[in-house]
């Protein structure tokens, strides 16, 4: 694979000069108003173009204190950062090369603030112009995967990665196939990350999903879209959270309908294929991907026909209200389910009720590793699910789901899971961890047994493929390229190298009050992978 880098020799160059220095404070404070220069800093930014990557600024503080900048005009209470530095006293620099730890996509006004403690000490705007084309570009050698990009007239904002099956003349390719989609790990700001991983799981030898899409003769799409999480803004867009579904942020904001553009976008790209594209998909997650896939289901069961989600444990519950069979952990003040929590306000939120029919018909497949329950009071960070959510919706989260990923969110989520579909799949892998690998040969089989065609019979070989590698899930090893694992993630790799192996057959459906009782292995892994570098679930 050979990427265009023009546009990131300095990507991830960040100042090494004395007095300034990267820092991954979360949050943005509410600070007191003040002048925009004082005695004790100044900043000063002029109109300029960039190429989306990077600011020239001039600046200075006495004291030390924060320089963030943002955009200059909040939209609907989104207010995404695009850095925050941490000033040394007595910095001073004049044009200055910023660069950017998230991607201006589009010419717009920015602020660029100097903050000491509380107060506002400094602050200056300028209207930045950028080339609308989008900022990554890259080729890939393989035949069978396509790096596409966002087109002009495109209803979605950054590219994806599609596989397209090599077929056959002997072939049977009467039959309709469906898109695989995975959306693309780790959750992260950096697209160019993204891409590299989508690239180098569906190229040959890259992981189960190439495998997957290969055996079952498959398109496959991995989008790239950007983790705009802590500090950089305040919101989980990339798991279709409650601001996706109300901000006012074109390019990142409902990447569930930006991923129904890309799946368009994939049956016109392959009009020539000797098959037809179905319109309903099969959909795979793992940890914060697996809530993507989940909340995705919710949205648009109608084009879901399979999903596999896994290492999470709370899923967006089919209900609208609290009920008998709602077995939550503490009842909440409102009965009524607010998103993400159930969909009871959806039909408020995007124009359309939920389709509980169509859900229904839904193939399902949840699992979990037995291992992975840390304590939430002594990993706090693993919990990123209730970060940024409205204060109402957050704590009645909390209050439905707990914290205990096996013993209360994944009980939940299964007791009324089942209780809606009695045929959805609960599996549990004991002694074992944070990770995909020992369900992989079941998420296979799983997907196969949903085709409305026979694959051709091929043997498989295991060996070509690095499962543990690409995984997205934790199970990464130190020799890839293509993810940054968390720290914290290293109290789960002792359960992820030394398994025991063991594997639960299906849990069978909980009642009300068996689901509160303590279900032995069923993680309510509320979304977040050890990859993850703004790791809180």
Known sequence: MVRDTKLFQTRRSLLQTTGASITGIVGLQAVSPALAESDEASVSVEDQESDGTSLVISASTED????????????DGFDPQYIMMILEAGTEFSDRTIQLDRYLFESKGLAVR???GRRLVAKDEAFVEVDPSYPIDMTVDDPNVTYVL????????????????????????SETRPVFVE??????????????FA??????????????????????????????????????????DYHSLTADDPRNVRYDLQLLAMIEDVKERLTEEPYPISDKIHIHGSSSSAT???????????????????TTGQHTLPKETVGDDVPVINQPDNETLLYPVGVGDLAELIGEEFNADAW?????FYWMGGDDQPDPDEDPRSYRSFVNLPTEREEQMLNVFGTKRIDERFAVTQSVYQAVDPSAQFTIYEGWGHTTEPAIDDIMRFHQNQLSYEPTEEDRDDSTVDDGATDGDGTTDDSSPEEERDTESAHEEENETTPTNGTDDEIPGLGAASALAGVGGIIAYGLLSPDEVDGKE
Request: proline residues 11%; without cysteine; aromatic residues 8%.
């Open 199 to 240: 690239v180098n799981n569906l190229s040959e030898g890259g992981s189960f999903r190439r495998e997957m899409a290969e055996e079952y003769e498959v398109p496959f799409i991995i989008p790239a879209f950007p983790g705009l999480h802590g500090p950089l803004a305040p919101s989980n867009m990339d798991l279709i």
């Open 292 to 310: 993507f896939a989940s909340r995705f289901a919710i949205l648009h069961p109608e084009r879901v026909t399979a999903i596999s989600a896994g």
């Open 64 to 75: 030390e204190g924060r320089l963030i900048i943002l955009p200059q005009e909040e939209r």
């Open 150 to 173: 966002p087109p002009d007239d495109a209803e979605f904002y950054h590219p994806y990665v599609l596989y397209t099956p090599a077929v056959s003349d002997e072939q049977d390719t």
């Open 183 to 196: 959306r693309g790990q780790p959750p992260i700001n950096d697209v160019e990350k993204l891409a590299e």
């Open 114 to 116: 100097i903050e000491s």
């Open 360 to 364: 229904e018909e839904i193939e399902k």
